[in-house]
């Protein structure tokens, strides 16, 4: 099917780059440190992740977030210093002061643009996309970089089976308004929803140690975070004249095992139109969406003009979609 224009309200926003960054540092399941308890193999399979990232020397949110942005900009063949404005999702390693954006626009060579930080938990990169998105409605701003920058590995309590789930990772797009003078092409931010529930904003915390602690049965945070996804996804899609059948592969925050197939439920889509590389990654929170978008459309699978839906959860209670395509690399627009 052919991608639908943009929404009446909207503008024509490009996607002109993206790319992504794992530490140096890949666990498999054997390489792992010792649990408290141990796991039975058959439990193992079930988590669903064989191998995750750890973040070491030289691999902060900062530098992951900088490596991530550098390299999504190079695709773009964008340089720095024509930013307008660059967001950087992160809650993993969250402080008061200094915070992360202004640093990273700094080592990226952005000097014109204005950066700040975003929270939002899992769900934040497509807020980024979101927020970046509306500035770019403001013929003051044409550039933005949205990335995301996680270290999610921080967040499980040593020996806890929460490292066998969690990872770190980085994942950056580049968003420019498209305008008369200068079509900069590319892939085509359509249109996005965003949401948020404070009634269950206490079902996850983080705890005095650090690490992130539920007050919610997995089955029944699983089936909220579906819910959640379909509530937002529907409406998006309305809005744009859309179902679920016209969207070609569907790339969520990939969560847990548990999550993904609830998700599978909910949307009622066969499993295999479903993207997301938490096997190879675990879960990266607010970076899984882009960094599954560029490991897929490397592989060949997601392809330049393909339709692709992404929707994420957040603790706190948060909910994002965006609808999207992918366009040709630079080097090959330049030859068509």
């Excluded at 498209?178 to 705890?207: N, V």
């Excluded at 960094?291 to 393909?306: M, Q, S």
Aim: charge should be negative.
């Amino acid at each position: 099917m052919r991608p639908p224009d943009s929404h009446p309200d909207s503008h024509d926003v490009r996607i002109t780059g993206f790319a992504s960054y794992l530490p140096r540092l890949m666990h498999d399941n054997a390489t792992l440190p010792a649990l408290d308890e141990p796991i039975e193999p058959a439990d193992l399979a079930r988590l669903g992740v064989h191998r995750r990232g750890w973040a070491r020397d030289g691999e902060s949110v900062g530098e992951m977030a900088v490596l991530a942005g550098r390299r999504a900009l190079e695709r773009a063949e964008l340089p720095a210093g024509e930013l307008d404005l660059v967001i950087l999702a992160n809650w993993t390693q969250r402080r008061y002061l200094p915070e992360f954006a202004p640093t990273v626009k700094h080592q990226l060579g952005a000097g014109r643009a204005f950066a700040h930080d975003l929270g939002c938990a899992c769900a934040g990169f497509l807020y980024g996309l979101g927020t970046a998105s509306e500035f770019l409605r403001n013929p003051r701003y044409r550039r933005a970089l949205v990335i995301a920058s996680e270290q999610t590995s921080a967040r499980a309590r040593p020996g806890s089976r929460g490292t066998l789930i969690l990872g770190d990772a980085a994942g950056a797009f580049v968003l420019e308004r498209a305008d008369p003078e200068r079509d900069p092409g590319g892939g085509r931010l359509i249109d996005y929803e965003l949401a948020s529930d404070g009634e269950h904003a206490a079902i996850m915390e983080i705890s005095d140690e650090g690490w992130v602690r539920t007050f919610i049965q997995q089955r029944e945070l699983c089936g909220l975070a579906a819910r959640s996804i379909l509530e937002v996804s529907q409406r998006m899609l309305a809005r744009n004249q859309l179902t679920l059948a016209d969207i070609r592969w569907i790339v969520p925050h990939s969560g847990t095992a548990g999550v993904q197939a609830a998700i599978v439920r909910a949307l009622e889509v066969a499993p295999d139109r479903i993207l997301t590389n938490y096997r190879d990654v675990g879960n990266v929170s607010s970076a899984s969406i882009p960094v599954a978008l560029d490991h897929h459309v490397a592989a060949g699978t997601i392809r330049p003009g393909d339709l692709v839906l992404s929707a994420a959860v957040g603790g706190g209670w948060y909910a994002a979609a965006a609808l999207y395509t992918v366009g040709d690399p630079p080097a090959d627009r330049a030859r068509a």
